[in-house]
Nanobody
Framework: QVQLVESGGGLVQAGGSLRLSCAAS????????MGWYRQGPGKERELVAV???????GYADSVKGRFTISRDNARNTVYLQMNSLKPEDTAVYYC???????????WGQGTQVTVSS
């Protein structure tokens, strides 16, 4: 079993920055994909950014150039640096860890990010 614990959410003004962290514990696949998803009010959950254990990254078009995903494999931790935040970034952000095949997936409890205009 895998546990994911997120931290770093909060309230910030538009144009500000936040850094989210997610620490994984338990039996973790040596090759995996960690990522961040978000669910805004009245919206479906959407992919924000992902990073493989080898360091390959992918981003949603809406956050490219503003958000940066990184990971510390020794600490089984993934980070999301969010800059130039916009009100439309307001959402609950969920950490995700998946097997490379995507057949096994774990979720964190979510952390609220609110961006005021």
């Amino acid at each position: 079993q895998v546990q994911l614990v997120e931290s770093g959410g909060g309230l910030v003004q538009a144009g500000g920055s936040l850094r989210l962290s997610c620490a994984a514990s338990g039996t973790i696949f040596s090759s995996n994909v960690m990522g961040w998803y978000r669910q805004g009010p009245g919206k479906e959950r959407e992919l924000v950014a992902v990073i493989t254990s080898g360091g390959s990254r992918g981003y949603a078009d809406s956050v490219k150039g503003r958000f940066t995903i990184s990971r510390d494999n020794a600490r089984n931790t993934v980070y999301l640096q969010m800059n130039s935040l916009k009100p439309e970034d307001t959402a609950v952000y969920y950490c995700n860890l998946a097997s490379v095949s995507g057949t096994t997936m774990y979720w964190g409890q979510g952390t609220q990010v609110t961006v005021s205009s």
